[in-house]
């Protein structure tokens, strides 16, 4: 996967895929992408949205 390179994400994607959770894998992989793509502070916003 492109957004392996830690192994908590790694751990997130063995979890999504022993546990068939197809919704979550793609929400997660989703937020392994912003976590990538934006600054801290916008990852604290984005985490007081939800």
Avoid at 13 to 33: E, P, V
Wanted: hydrophobic fraction near 50%; charge should be positive.
């Amino acid at each position: 996967m492109l957004f392996a390179t830690s192994t908590k994400t790694i751990d997130g994607i063995l979890f999504c895929t022993d546990n068939k959770s197809t919704d979550f894998c793609i929400n997660l992989l989703f937020l392994l992408f912003f976590l990538k793509m934006y600054n801290t502070r916008t990852l604290v916003r984005l985490e007081a949205m939800t």
